[in-house]
């Protein structure tokens, strides 16, 4: 009653709408009208994911196309019809993968399913070659690859048009060079590979987002302040820096862990909202370390890890079915809207130029160096304790 008194008294505000001149007569009752504007992203949004779960039904009713193609590569270019057709018809492009909306909405479900089902004892068993590949691996591959892309230049095989120096071209080293864990979620999957494998390459690709976010901003700080203006003590808080980005972001995680073990002891006569507080806190652990710049992939790996043993053993059974389902659903939703945007912001020329020899020496020295860097590490047995790799599957 009270909103509906609120209502009243606004209407009742609201002045009344007369018409322009004596004679014109009030418009009538609309029994239609187009509203598009109004449920225009939400719609889009919707119509994304229905095209996308649509192709993946049809990429999987022949084998023969999925085993040679992983889907993520098929929703890319699925992707680029759809961005082909937008641009064609509106004559612009239209949408673009945003890094608002991959960082804050898409990449956080992702993460998350991953962390909270990802086998700890193996984890942990392997966190040595982990983090020997999340740390040693992804300097050498950032410096490597930059220094060498800065080579190219001086060698004159880069467009005139790419003025960059060396700092310029290590910080877009420490952008590409880090794997990427939704795409090592997306292939490891499709293939079945070897789970030593698996949590290995994955592992490295969560947990080397600390290193990765670390470079990029001593980088990108070196090259506002110039090269000239860079003193020795820049260089020790740089160091000093990724461990306040990993150790801070990992015990953002385990609080909230903790606080979500301790939540769900508590929800005996509330099962209904089990589910929902495990989303939240997640969620709230990786705002949270993003908030304080610190590394909240990991905040929010670390929080999946160290909370499930304790919140499945609190919630019910229904609760734990609930949570599994949805999070694998939120999941593949972001997955595929992350792999069709990514086509779909490839047509737009306007905020990319192409140069052969930038791309292709790209390429080249990143494969290149990470297979170097893989190889001179595994012929140091002593500084990376690799187990012998099983012949079992991950049970998908």
Known sequence: MSLLALLLAGAAEEPTQKPESPGEP??????????????????????????????????????????LVPESCLLILLGLVLGGI??????????????????????????????????????????????????????????????????????????????AGLLDFLLFGSLISAVDPVAVLAVFEEVHVNETLFIIVFGESLLNDAVTVVLYKVCNSFVEMGSANVQATDYLKGVASLFVVSLGGAAVGLVFAFLLALTTRFTKRVRIIEPLLVFLLAYAAYLTAEMASLSAILAV????????????????????????????????????????????????????????????????????????????????????????????????
């Open 86 to 163: 937008v641009l064609a018809v509106a004559k612009k492009a239209e949408y673009q993968l945003e890094p608002g909306t991959f960082f804050l909405f898409l990449l956080p479900p992702i993460v998350l399913d991953s962390g909270y089902f990802m086998p700890s004892r193996l984890f942990f068993d392997n966190l040595g070659a982990i983090l020997t590949y999340a740390v040693v691996g992804t300097l050498w591959n950032a410096f490597t690859t930059g220094a060498a892309l800065w080579g190219l230049q001086q060698a004159g095989l880069v467009a005139p048009r790419v003025q």
């Open 301 to 396: 790996t670390m929080c999946g890890l160290g909370c499930k043993k304790y919140v499945e053993a609190n919630i019910s059974h229904k609760s734990r079915t609930t949570v599994k389902y949805t999070m694998k659903t939120l999941a593949s939703c972001a997955e595929t809207v992350i792999f069709m945007l990514l086509g779909i912001s490839a047509v737009d020329s306007s905020k990319w130029a192409w140069d052969s020899g930038l791309v292709l020496g790209t390429l080249f020295f990143i494969l290149f160096f990470r297979a170097l860097g893989i190889a001179d590490t595994l012929c140091f047995p002593t500084l990376l304790p690799v187990p012998p790799l099983p012949a079992a599957h991950i049970p998908f």
């Open 26 to 67: 009030l418009p009538g009752l609309e029994l239609f009208r187009w509203q598009w504007h109004e449920v225009e992203a939400p719609y889009l949004v919707a119509l994304w994911i229905l095209v996308a779960s649509l192709a993946k039904i049809v990429f999987h009713l022949s084998r023969k196309v999925t085993s």
